[in-house]
């Protein structure tokens, strides 16, 4: 069974859900998400003899959310990994991360590699610091109009998203998976800044499978708080930038393992493919090439639980220590 405490760690407190014995796996959800993103793997990770821990990240669910926005940047981040392996007692940890939580899970393995035993990205590719600020340069590149801007701006998507959680909510997800009817690369997530972010996306009158009623409860009630927190992670894209220059042009080198979806869109990102191709190359200790999985969009853990449950099993357990198998 799951459970679920709060631990305090690098000066906040942390929610978190547990289950298992065994080597440390530390799963980091992204946007807009929380633990509960990890539900389907739990069970397996724990079965194949792994301790598997999910926090609410800073800012999100039932964690604390610092007010101000620089206390959300990606050394804050990788230090609240960081404090969590400590705080439950162990010296080293796999470290899984998708969408936003892929930064994380990249850049705890790329800062501190001495506790990192392997780190898996969902959707997400590793770090690649480009030579100008991210916010500054699609601000010119696309008028203002790209997402990621959109959502640094100080309360607006706070009050869109806010307006309605659970319809907002219900679209993000829908019109992110591959569920939707339109292929990743299909359009860049531009922003029409006097309609929004969701005013274009559609609204399903049934969710898929993989995604119930019961899940938008869940996720609903998790932002009941509000979305400023989150977004506050958005808000640091440039300052993050700044932060992490003294590894620039640094590759993770520990264990290393990347899966996404071919419907996804953030693969698509101008650039993007180009690199992913590339990443056998540039990090000497991927595990397998990048692992695409057909007709699956952003949501890639909840999307294709058993792919990406198999692909993570044979990781973790070939990357660390082998797992000591609960007892029966």
Not at 7 to 28: I, K, T, Y
Not at 216 to 241: C, H, I, K, P, V
Request: hydrophobic fraction near 40%; glycine fraction near 10%; aromatic fraction near 10%.
């Amino acid at each position: 069974m799951v459970v679920h405490r709060m631990v305090d760690v690098n000066g906040v407190r942390l929610h978190v859900a547990e289950q298992g014995d065994g080597p440390l796996v530390v799963l980091l959800h992204g946007f807009p998400e929380s633990w509960h993103s990890w539900r389907h793997q739990f069970g397996p990770l724990a079965d194949a003899g792994f301790r598997v821990v999910a926090p609410d990240q800073r800012g999100y669910g039932r964690s604390d959310r610092p007010e101000a926005v620089d206390a959300y940047t990606i050394l804050h981040l990788v230090g609240d990994v960081v404090g969590l392996i400590q705080a439950l007692g162990e010296e080293k940890a796999h470290v899984v991360g998708h969408d936003w939580g892929a930064p994380v899970a990249w850049h705890t393995a790329l800062l501190r590699p001495d506790l990192v035993r392997g780190v898996a990205g969902l959707s997400v590719p590793p770090p690649s610091r480009g030579p100008h600020p991210p916010l500054a340069s699609m601000q010119e590149r696309f008028d203002g109009r790209f997402y990621w801007n959109y959502f640094a701006r100080p309360g607006v998507a706070d009050a869109e998203f806010a307006k309605d959680t659970r319809t907002a909510l219900r679209k993000f997800f829908y019109s992110a998976s591959g569920d939707a009817p339109r292929a990743a690369g299909d359009r860049l997530p531009l922003v029409d800044p006097g309609r929004g972010w969701l005013a274009d996306m559609p609204d399903p009158e049934v969710l898929p499978d993989w995604f119930t009623e019961d899940d938008l409860d869940a996720l609903t009630e998790s932002f009941s708080q509000g979305f400023t927190g989150a977004l506050n992670w958005y808000r640091n894209m440039d300052r993050n930038w700044e932060l992490t220059a003294p590894w620039h042009g640094a590759v993770v080198t520990t264990p290393a393992l990347y899966m996404y979806g071919d419907r996804d869109l953030v693969p698509a990102f101008p650039g993007t493919p180009e690199f992913i191709e590339r990443l056998p190359a540039l990090m000497p200790n991927l595990w397998r090439p990048p692992v695409e999985l057909a007709g699956c969009g952003h949501w890639t853990q909840q999307e294709r639980p058993a792919e990406v449950n198999a692909a993570l099993v044979e990781f973790l357990t070939r990357s660390g220590a082998q797992p000591t198998r609960p007892s029966t």
